[in-house]
């Protein structure tokens, strides 16, 4: 593999580049560590990697430690060549969930960076606890804990050190050939776009992943840059493909044996290619997930509609000297149900922006989202299907202090922290997503049959401000009615949006759409008058259903 720059010319210090193991093991009570706790005095061991389970890592390539430790302190970690004594010893960068390696009594994950110098080869890794004073208080090392692995396959973007993107060629090759390197990865072809480009999705599992018929939730969709002048999305999924296709890594092959990764490398092919925010046909995919009227917005929902993937991790950009490093943002429409909503908040707040900050990146809110009278975003049509629906926004500015090549490696690996908070987030709760599917889905049947609201037609759960009257209704339809034209003209919302439709004896219409149904959610958006900017259907709304 390329080695990727001159690391010391960056603004920030630390990469963590496989923070997306950082707990995916954390389920699974600890295996003891190799070695005794020095000195006795102090409770301090390593919990993970063992000796059974040791952890894999490239180089400037995270994997993650676990500590108990009985007090407050500050950790150290560095690393040996096996067989090797006496000195040698390697620092780690190493970063923990809170600032400055910082870690309080119990359990402790931090994330463990193996330098440039490391070559490849197995090492024993030893963790110290530093207190106040600058003393070691206890530490402990496992033997054998640590492989370094150098797994090739740059990408154009690690070829050329930062400083040109991986065109969509040297894309298409990358991931022929991590399918052919790896059993754990393959490649579907859903379609093509606007200007006939293959539509690519990466499905990785192990020890093989399943075909795409066949996966239905426990797994992860990684739509990666979607606007197609946002390029860092894309190097960070294809880095973070090859990672989790190549590695040997404990806790990354436990990971994937349960779950599946799937990956869209480029959701906007034309736009890729054209370095432009629109596809082909020049239109902002991201404002046509509720009308599905673009060949990539409808491959997208024929991913989400069958493979229910628990989270669908959208990868953008944005810019502005006065931003912050990375923006987070999820599902924000007020129709949105809360429980699913809930998600996106936990990873947008307590995973990603402390995970983010303890890396020395600024964070901060992307306010400006959309969720008002505009077409459906990615996000928003995610939770609206009741997936948990994220995004994350790298700043594209060349920020003080940064050079345009270290400005595009920050970008990158920030992205790729927040691709390892959300397997982290789907690998610990993805029961609770589930859970929270399932009612979302009752709430809306129920909400069709009692015709009970608000009912939300815009609105932003972030805007400090309270809806108008316009912006909602307290009593629901019981359905829509729908004329021949119309039902021709929205098909693809039965079809990828799973909305029913019956026959109807009412003169002058062809189908009623009932709103006793699980995508209830929507329906109003697709249909109602009063959904200004969502639709372009007007159907006839029924308020009593009873003669029907």
């Known amino acids: 593999m390329s080695d990727i720059g001159s690391r010391a010319t960056r603004r920030r210090p630390l990469t963590i580049l496989g923070a997306a193991v950082l707990t995916l093991g954390s389920l699974t009570a600890p295996a003891s560590a190799a070695g005794a706790a020095e000195p006795a005095a102090e409770r301090f061991a390593v919990t993970y990697p063992t000796t059974s ?29 096996v067989g090797r004594s006496g000195g040698g010893w390697i620092p780690l960068t190493l970063a923990t969930e809170l600032p400055n390696q910082a870690v309080r009594p119990g359990a402790v994950t931090a994330v463990a960076e193996p330098p440039v110098e490391a070559s490849p080869g ?15 208080v206890a530490r402990d090392r ?18 050329s050190d930062g400083t040109a993107w991986t065109d969509f060629e040297q894309e298409q090759s990358f991931i022929a050939d991590l399918e052919s390197a790896s059993p754990r990865a393959a490649v579907s072809v859903l379609g093509e776009s606007v200007n006939g480009l293959p539509y690519n999705l990466l499905r990785i599992g192990s020890p093989s992943p399943p075909a795409l018929a066949d996966i239905e939730g426990d797994a992860v969709l990684l739509v990666c840059s979607q606007h197609g002048d946002e390029p860092s999305g894309r190097e960070a999924c294809l880095q973070e493909a090859r990672r989790l296709s190549l590695t040997s890594d404990t806790r990354t092959r436990d990971y994937l044996a349960d779950n599946t990764v799937l990956v869209v490398p480029s959701a906007n092919p034309d736009g890729s290619m054209a370095d432009t925010r629109e596809n082909a046909h020049g239109v902002d995919l991201n404002r046509d997930h509720l009308r599905l009227e673009e060949p990539e917005t409808r491959m997208l929902a024929e991913v989400m509609r069958d493979a229910r993937p ?25 129709g949105i149900d809360e429980e699913v909503r809930a998600f996106g908040e936990a990873w947008g707040d307590d995973l990603v922006r402390p995970r983010t900050e303890a890396a020395g990146y600024s964070t901060g809110p ?7 009278g505009e077409n459906m975003t990615l996000t928003n049509a995610s939770m609206f299907r009741e997936l948990n629906g994220v995004i994350s926004e ?33 690998g610990f709760q993805k029961e609770r997503m589930v859970e929270a599917a399932a009612n979302a889905k009752r709430r809306n049947i ?28 307290m009593r629901v339809p019981c359905g829509y009615l729908l004329t021949e034209a119309q039902v021709a003209h929205r098909a693809v919302w039965t079809e990828l949006w799973d909305v029913r439709t019956q026959p109807t004896s009412e003169a002058a219409y062809e189908a009623f759409v009932p709103m006793w149904q699980a995508p209830s959610s929507v329906i109003p958006l697709m249909m109602d008058d009063r959904a200004a900017g969502s639709n372009d259907i007007r159907a006839t709304p029924v308020d009593d259903c009873g003669d029907l």
């Open 53 to 81: 389970g040791p952890a894999a890592a490239q180089v400037e390539e995270g994997f993650d430690i676990d500590v108990e430790a009985s007090r407050s302190g500050t950790l150290k970690a560095d690393i040996r060549p």
């Open 122 to 136: 197995d090492y024993t890794v030893r963790v110290s606890l530093v207190a106040d004073d600058g003393q070691v």
């Open 142 to 159: 496992v033997r054998s804990g640590v492989t370094i692995e150098d797994h090739g396959l740059p990408t154009g973007f690690e070829s």
């Open 310 to 334: 628990e989270t669908v991790h959208d990868l953008h950009e944005m810019g502005g000297q006065d931003r912050p490093d990375l923006e987070v943002v999820w599902g924000r429409h007020l």
């Open 366 to 372: 992307y306010l400006a989202n959309p969720g008002t």
């Open 394 to 426: 790298t700043n594209t500015s060349v920020l003080a202090g940064e050079t345009t090549q270290t400005s595009q490696l920050r970008r990158v690996e920030v992205q790729r922290i927040t691709i390892g908070e959300t397997l982290r987030q789907q």
């Open 446 to 473: 129920d909400m069709g049959y009692t015709q009970q609201g608000p009912y939300f037609f815009t609105g932003n759960s972030e805007s400090p401000d309270p809806p108008l009257p316009s912006d909602y209704i």
